[in-house]
């Protein structure tokens, strides 16, 4: 529905801006003031000037849309992999479908990078697609131990201990940067 609702936005920015701009003036008229004065024509605006640049050259995403192509195809295979790895003899099928609904929760997913919802879904997938409980919940963790753990292990740990906070300001902190990851999820 979410995606619905910001494709169909973007598709009126292209193809009728004056009504989309419109339906969200409406929509800050409906906010009863917790919206700022102006808030649905400059929201029209952003999304106008987002789609332009799609429209008028759209030769310009080839490359990008071909590089998350290529790094989805790569993370299917490497499920298809973990499969026999495991010594699980299971069709084409099975493994598309586990790693499309992992995808749909990694998008959907309140936590950061889908963490627990990707893992629980592509393992109830398996095992009612037939896979042991077992064997399905290895393979899901391998994959994901190579497709999200193991590319973020090469990146720079800042530790807590480094920053000098005053005390009690520590848990001050983790709790703001964690209300603000929520709220970037949003």
Known sequence: ??????????????FAPELLARLLTRVEKLS??????????????????SVTPLFTNPARMLTPLSLALGAHLSDLGC????????????????????????????????????????????????????????????????????ALWLPGAGGRRVTLSRLRLPEGRTVKLLAAATALMGVINL
């Open 1 to 14: 529905l979410l995606l619905g609702v910001w494709g169909g936005g973007l598709c009126l920015a292209r």
């Open 79 to 146: 499920l298809w992999l973990l499969t026999h790895a495991f010594g699980l003899s299971v069709s084409p099928g099975t493994v598309l479908a586990a790693f499309s609904i992992g995808l749909l929760f990694w998008c959907v997913s309140l936590t950061p990078d889908g963490i627990g919802a990707v893992e629980g879904m592509m393992s109830v997938v398996f095992v009612s697609l037939g896979v042991p409980s077992h064997q399905a919940v290895a393979v899901v963790l391998a994959f994901r131990g190579f």
């Open 32 to 49: 009863r003031g917790r919206l700022s004065e102006g808030w649905g024509a400059e929201q029209a605006r952003h999304a106008q000037e």
